[in-house]
């Protein structure tokens, strides 16, 4: 999430408007959940989505009249029936979305988005506390407030709008959390809205091997909000011609330097290289670290090999068994694109896996 509103940032950094769609609030079944954005620009263009079909058609046709009359709005589908079968809403149900204009003409908006460009470099959390609340002017400075998580206590600013006080408790305990709750929720009272995103840095997969499936799965990963980078010895495998996507990449041995790899919570390590040498000499590196993911390709009889070895050094069966070996879920791919998608939707499932509900606390 937090990538999404750097890419914000860079579109108001130069001084344009932008619309901010976001569902604030979902019940029943629908194509997205809370916390889904999408931007709209004073063209009509836009970026991302919150489920297509009769709802999004209809938060596009409002987008004009917030640019035009420069108030936020606040929409409201309470969606039966016939109205079911014009979206991609299966069983009905209630979906709020929130219509932000953001000015790149305001000084404020354009400090805050660069403060959460800037959180994503740096790897760091925050949260996101947003006022909701149809017909608010767009153009005051205190409709958003960034609460940085901090190297000690939680850092809740000393001045707060009138319209968060009574929320600052609820906002530290959940600054508390370790690690950061990923979950958007809603503080209400007499209904009265208040949306806070949890913005985290994006995770980040490491594929090592640069090789013929790792071309298709960077794009993948790119296209699901991945961030990736490429290893591999060889630079004429690990190049920016073969992978325009990545974030990074480096031409370097599988020797791994800890500091230059500080594998945590956040990473999902991708082993693909073109012996299973590599791959052994990859493991027994990585396995010690709290990653979020540790995937192998190869057959099973290479794995049993690499595995036995791995024992033989006094690796724990459990954690040896914690690596994904074959990788990919079993959907009989057999081409390298096919295979990259396996990769892909297994990473997708894994980061999915254990979401907490949404949550909504009153006062």
């Not at 600052?168 to 995103?197: C, H, M, S, T, Y």
């Not at 840095?201 to 640069?210: E, K, M, Q, R, S």
Request: glycine letters at 8%; one cysteine or more.
């Amino acid at each position: 999430m937090i990538d999404f509103y750097a890419q914000i940032n860079r579109e108001i950094s130069g001084g344009g408007d932008i619309v901010l769609a976001t569902i604030v609030g979902q019940q029943g079944s629908a194509p997205r959940t809370t916390g889904t954005h999408f931007i709209v620009r004073p063209d009509g263009s836009f970026s991302g989505t919150i489920g297509g079909g009769k709802l999004e058609a209809e938060v596009l046709q409002t987008v004009p009249q917030v640019f035009a009359e420069r108030k936020n709005k606040l929409l409201c589908f309470r969606l039966k029936g016939t109205e079911v079968a014009q979206t991609e809403m299966i069983c009905g149900g209630e979906v709020d979305v929130y219509l932000e204009l953001l000015s790149g003409a305001n000084p404020f908006y354009r400090q805050l988005f660069k403060g959460i460009a800037d959180l994503a470099r740096s790897g760091r959390e925050a949260l996101l506390a947003t006022q909701v609340r149809d017909g608010l002017a767009a153009d005051r400075e205190d409709l958003k407030v960034l609460l940085p998580t901090g190297l000690g206590e939680p850092s809740i600013p000393a001045s707060v709008p009138e319209w968060l006080r009574p929320y600052q408790q609820r906002l530290k305990e959940a600054l508390e959390g370790d690690p950061l709750d990923p979950a958007p929720f809603r503080l209400e009272n007499a209904g009265f809205i208040i949306f806070v995103e949890p913005l985290k840095p994006a995770a980040t997969v490491y594929l090592f091997g640069a090789g013929h499936i790792s071309r298709p799965l960077c794009q993948l990963a790119k296209l699901v909000d991945f961030r990736v980078v490429v290893v591999d010895d060889r630079e004429e495998f690990a190049n920016r011609t073969r992978f325009p996507e990545a974030d990074e990449i480096w031409v370097r041995s599988f020797d791994l330097d800890p500091l230059e790899f500080p594998l945590g919570p956040n990473a999902y390590v991708v082993i693909i290289t073109r012996g299973h040498l590599h791959d052994h000499q990859l493991l027994r590196q990585v396995l010690p670290k709290p990653v979020r993911y540790i995937g192998m390709i190869g057959s099973r009889h290479k794995r049993e090999v690499v595995f036995k070895a791995l024992r033989r050094e006094g690796f724990a069966e459990d954690l040896i068994k914690t690596v994904h070996a074959p990788i990919g879920l079993a959907i009989n791919a057999q081409t390298p694109e096919e295979i990259a998608v396996s990769i892909a939707a297994e990473l997708i499932q894994v980061r999915g896996a254990g979401q907490p509900p949404q949550k909504n606390w009153s006062v």
